[in-house]
């Protein structure tokens, strides 16, 4: 059965810093892409981040760029997501997604990330 | 950036319904579109895939159809569990980017 623990979430002042992780299991973790999407409160989805199954490739969407970055350690089978420079529009829950051809087939729970001062 | 639009943003249906939403794309996705549910403080799950197929496990009465760059979701005889913000995502080119959902209520 494939599981996603979505983790790290929490409490974090403007243009502090903030890793999330996501443990995978059940499925061959290095064969597949991961994604983070997040959704802000009262909102819709936002796609954040893509990297591929080796870890070699990276995508991120332009709101993002240059403070965040996706990461993955394969031996353990867990997906990162460091986050600096943060500010109050990055308030959301964050979802890690096992991707499947482009689109996430399974989610993690989502942990939630509040900057405020 | 394409950009994914979802109408209509709402609708009030009642259980038994034949429902049909659309999402449209700012160009040509092919078929590279996909649909979620998301019930209020879960996660997303994943609906249909590469416009028209269903991932395992979702019941039959959901069915997508369309390419390029209109699609719809179609939920056949809706049941109470089927109330929920649907969404749709396209895949075609990176980001990947959601429409805004369409919310089924109750009517």
């Known amino acids: 059965e494939v599981q996603l623990l979505d983790s790290g979430g929490g409490l974090v002042q403007p243009g502090g810093s903030l890793r999330l992780s996501c443990a995978a299991s059940g499925f061959t973790f290095n064969s597949y892409p991961m994604s983070w999407v997040r959704q802000a409160p009262g909102k819709g989805l936002e796609w954040v981040s893509l990297?591929?199954?080796?870890?070699?490739?990276?995508y991120y969407v332009d709101s993002v760029k240059g403070r965040f970055t996706i990461s993955r350690d394969n031996s353990k089978n867990t997906l990162y997501l460091q986050m600096n420079s943060l500010r109050a529009e990055d308030t959301a829950v964050y979802y890690c997604?096992?991707?499947?051809?482009?689109?996430?087939?399974?989610w993690g729970q989502g942990t939630l990330v509040t900057v405020s001062s | 950036d394409i950009q994914m639009t979802q109408s209509p943003s709402s609708l009030s249906a009642s259980v038994g319904d034949r429902v049909t939403f659309t999402c449209r794309a700012s160009?040509?996705?092919?078929?590279?579109l996909a649909w979620f549910q998301q019930k209020p403080g879960k996660a997303p799950k994943s609906l249909i895939y590469a416009a028209s197929s269903l991932q395992s496990g979702v019941p039959s009465r959901f069915s997508g159809s369309g390419s390029g760059t209109a699609f719809t979701l179609t939920i056949s005889n809706l049941q109470p569990e089927d109330f929920a913000t649907y969404y749709c995502q396209h895949y075609n080119s990176y980001p990947f980017i959601f429409g805004p959902g369409t919310k089924v209520d109750i009517k």
């Open positions: 160009q040509d996705i092919s078929n590279y």
């Open positions: 997604a096992k991707d499947c051809g482009g689109h996430g087939d399974y």
């Open positions: 990297i591929s199954g080796s870890g070699g490739n990276t």
